[in-house]
């Protein structure tokens, strides 16, 4: 049963520590997503990847969130340093034919 | 950009009764449409999408239909039951966008035994 997993699922941190989120798309999967999930903004595409390469990260806050594939089977995301406004629950999407995309059960984090 | 617009943002139905969630999108160009639905606690789940090129869509009790002119889209649940309650998303994109999935607010479906 292939599916996306994500690491940690929950992650309690302090302000101004570095958070890593990491995601395992399904095995030939070449497209991966990240998205945030809020109750004030419901589902927000972060960044995403290609054959590993970012297409968009439009909806990244670049002075602090970076996102890496550094091979085909890891995706990371990263927030370095972490703000309360950051808490959400991070999911983590992947697709082959590009439309079609299937989510990990996400990293819920607290930022306190 | 795309904007969805998804209505109700809550549902309350009688086990057996029929749901029907509505979304409208504004980019002409967009010709993929996917439904989720979300458990609490859960990831996404496709349950159903549909392309441009068809107007309706089934699979067992759920069944989406597609009027390119207007701009709409809806999710039809027949015979509900208890398991159906969760939050149902829809979306939209173009294929020649790179798969960038436009969702809507969602919808809270409770399903009343």
């Known amino acids: 049963d292939a599916r996306v997993t994500q690491t940690p699922r929950h992650k309690v941190t302090e302000m101004g520590q570095e958070v890593t989120m990491r995601c395992q798309p399904i095995l030939g999967h070449n497209t991966v997503f990240w998205y945030r999930q809020t109750m004030m903004q419901g589902l927000e595409l972060l960044a995403y990847f290609r054959n590993r390469a970012p297409l968009d990260d439009s909806g990244m806050p670049k002075d602090r969130f970076s996102a890496e594939m550094p091979d085909a089977t890891l995706a990371t995301l990263k927030i370095q340093p972490s703000e309360p406004r950051d808490s959400a629950v991070y999911f983590c999407a992947s697709g082959l034919r590009g439309d079609t995309q299937y989510f990990g059960p996400g990293t819920r984090l607290t930022v306190l | 950009g795309e904007n969805v617009e998804q209505h109700p943002s809550t549902l309350s139905v009688q086990e057996g009764d029929s749901a029907v969630i509505k979304c409208t999108y504004s980019?002409?160009?967009?010709?993929?449409f996917p439904w989720y639905k979300q458990e609490l606690g859960k990831g996404p789940q496709l349950i159903i999408d549909?392309?441009?090129?068809?107007g309706e869509k089934k699979d067992q009790r759920i069944a989406v239909t597609l009027n390119k002119t207007a701009k709409h889209f809806s999710l039809h649940i027949t015979e509900t039951q208890p398991e159906d309650s969760a939050v149902y998303f829809c979306a939209a994109s173009r294929e020649t966008s790179g798969s960038r999935l436009t969702f809507g607010e969602g919808t809270q479906l409770t399903v009343n035994p």
């Open positions: 549909i392309r441009s090129n068809v």
């Open positions: 980019d002409s160009a967009s010709n993929y």
